[in-house]
Each structure stands twice: as structure tokens, then as C-alpha cells.
């Protein structure tokens, strides 16, 4: 064979095998996309490239269709082990995140029925149970990653995550803190076994907990509004109320820690800070029920009479919350408001 038809086969050779090669990958990656497809068109194309021009060297066409046919087999079985079920479990997850629960759960399930005992899809099957309200069967896939992988952090978390919606603190408790022995350093973690202490009137542990959280991740908002409702639970106001400011610095749009330190003012008397406060919960969530509640709580109990009625009242017409409306109609009935 001449020096140009052993360049010009080499040339579509590798530059076949190559596009080939490549498509595996992408195709056990899960990609299906056009740069793959096009990928093993370029590898078909030096098939037929190795059939028209080398034709009367049997050796060489036969080599050239025998190594691509191998690479398109083991692109196609490469797919079908690792990309696809990958693709089954990425399109799960983007259900998941429209909220289409159930379809997130029959993909994930999908991908397991390809890949069994894969720790993956069945975290995110469990998420997509979980979010469903679908508790138990999270609780079992959460075992099953466990099992596979005892130091699997994020399981750990949401197992006791569900726990915790399912009212079990003790079974919580021993999960988060099951999470913070296999990573010391896992905020989450720490915020979340506190929120669990917090709910039992154990303070002091939460605002232990809150505080490495806080050590941890420093510019969250929601940690500072976490503690400081620990420390109001305590009665140490000035604490709560230090906390409360600073989740404010961090996150000046929440209407919900304005609200949480007004309600602390009104507790120490200061009715003008107090008033402020739910004013601007107010202006930033126009229909905050509990705000409401509480700025007339504050007028009610500064001696403003009317203003207090028609906080009160406002509680009763948004109608958001039946608990708040039921103790703002109470409140109507001691003003004579009705």
C-alpha cells in the first residue's frame, strides 16, 4: 500500500475510532444529545470510508469495520449499564424540581430497575417520597443507602429529617447526630438537631448547636433567627434580640425575623421599636396575618384601643391561618370590636 492510502487510512481511522470512543463516553454519561449522535455518524462514515477505498486490501476494510462495530457494541451496552439509568435519574430530579413527585419517583425507580442497590436513585427516590408525604417509604430507601453507605451524610440528614415530620425526635436526634460524626463540619446537621432541641424546650442544647452552626456558616440568616428564638424561649431577651438584628443585616427582605423581634419588644415594653418592627413585616408581606396579630397585640397593650380592633380585625378578614384568627376574634370579643 502506498505512503498516501496508509496516511489516508490512518487519517479515517483514527479519526473514526476517536468519534467512536467519545460517543462511548458520552452515551455512559448519559448524554444522548446531537454531539453524540453526530459523533457516531462520523463513526459510520468511516466505515463506509474503510469499505469504498480500501476494498481490494481485505485486511485493512475488515479491521476498520470490525473496530467500530466493537466501538458502537460497547457504546450501546455502556448506555445501557451506566448512561441511561444516569439519564433516567436526571430526569427524575428535574420532575422533582417542577414538583411532579410521582413522576420523579417512577424514573427513579426506572433507573433502579436497571441499576439496582444504587445509592443515588434511591436518595432521590426518597426525596421524591418524602416531599410527597410519603414518609415510611422514604424512611426505606434512606435504610437501603445506609446500608450501602453507613457514612452517606446527606442520608443521614434527610432520614432524620423524616423523622422529624413523622414526630419521632429521639430517632431524628440520633440521625443528625449520626450526620455530624461522619462530617464534623456539616451545618445542617448541627441547625437541624438544634431545631429538634428547641421544639423539647432543651435550650441551652439548641443554642449549643445553633452556635456551631453558626461557626460553620457564619452569613446565614436563618441560623441567627434560630438561636435567637432559642434565647427568647430562655427569656434572654437582649441575646434574642442581638441575634434577631443580625439576621436582619444579612437578609433585610424577611418579613418573618422583623416580625419574631417586634414580638421580642413587645415582651420587654418597648412598643415603639415593637411597632416598627411589625410595620415593616407588614410592608414587606402585606397579607402577614401573625404580624397583624401582633402589632395589635402591641396597641392593645400600649392603650390604643382602636388601632389594636383594627389590627384584629384584619386578622379575621385575611382568614390565613385559623389558629390566629380564632385568638384575634378572642381578642375582638374582650375590646367589645365584634
Known amino acids: 500500500m502506498d505512503r498516501r492510502r496508509s496516511l489516508a487510512w490512518l487519517v479515517i481511522s483514527a479519526s473514526g475510532w476517536g468519534a467512536g470512543l467519545a460517543a462511548g463516553i458520552l452515551l455512559a454519561l448519559g448524554s444522548t444529545g446531537w454531539l453524540t449522535l453526530a459523533l457516531l455518524a462520523w463513526l459510520a462514515l468511516s466505515s463506509l470510508a474503510h469499505i469504498v477505498l ?24 455502556g448506555y445501557w449499564a451506566l448512561g441511561r439509568p444516569l439519564d433516567l435519574l436526571q430526569r427524575g430530579e428535574a ?13 427513579s425507580t426506572a433507573a433502579l430497575g436497571q441499576r439496582p442497590l444504587w445509592s443515588e436513585a434511591l436518595l432521590r427516590r426518597a426525596q421524591a417520597y418524602a416531599h410527597q408525604g410519603n414518609l415510611d ?27 422529624a415530620d413523622k414526630g419521632n425526635a429521639d430517632r431524628a436526634i440520633w440521625d443528625y447526630s449520626q450526620a455530624i460524626l461522619a462530617q464534623p463540619t456539616y451545618a445542617d446537621a ?3 438537631r438544634g431545631i429538634i432541641y428547641d421544639d423539647q424546650g432543651d435550650y441551652d442544647r439548641a443554642i449549643i448547636d445553633y452556635s456551631q452552626a453558626i461557626r460553620l456558616n457564619p452569613t446565614d440568616s436563618d441560623l441567627y433567627n434560630n438561636r435567637a428564638v432559642a434565647y427568647r424561649g ?33 415582651l420587654l415594653g418597648d412598643y415603639d421599636h415593637a411597632l416598627a418592627d411589625f410595620n415593616r413585616a407588614i410592608e414587606l ?3 402577614y396575618a401573625l404580624a397583624y396579630y401582633n402589632r ?11 388601632r389594636a380592633i383594627s389590627d384584629f380585625k384584619k386578622v379575621v378578614e385575611l382568614n390565613s391561618d385559623a389558629y390566629w384568627s380564632q385568638q384575634a376574634s378572642a381578642e375582638l370579643d374582650q375590646l367589645g370590636g365584634q
Open 190 to 192: 448541627w441547625n437541624n
Open 137 to 163: 417509604r422514604a424512611i426505606v430507601d434512606l435504610d437501603q443507602v445506609l446500608r450501602l453507605e453507613p457514612g452517606h451524610v446527606l442520608a443521614w440528614l434527610k432520614r432524620g429529617n423524616a423523622w
Open 296 to 306: 395589635g397585640v402591641a396597641h392593645k397593650q400600649r392603650g390604643d384601643r382602636d
Open 234 to 266: 430562655k427569656k434572654d431577651y437582649q441575646q434574642a434580640l442581638a441575634d434577631y438584628t443580625e439576621a436582619i443585616r444579612l437578609k433585610p427582605g424577611n418579613a418573618a425575623t422583623y416580625n419574631n423581634r417586634g414580638d421580642t419588644y413587645t
Open 54 to 77: 480500501f476494498q481490494r486490501r481485505f485486511w485493512l476494510t475488515a479491521l476498520g469495520v470490525l473496530v467500530s462495530a466493537a466501538l458502537v457494541v460497547g457504546s450501546l451496552a
Open 95 to 107: 420532575a422533582r424540581a417542577a414538583g411532579a413527585d410521582a413522576e420523579a419517583v417512577e424514573l
Open 285 to 287: 408581606r402585606p397579607n
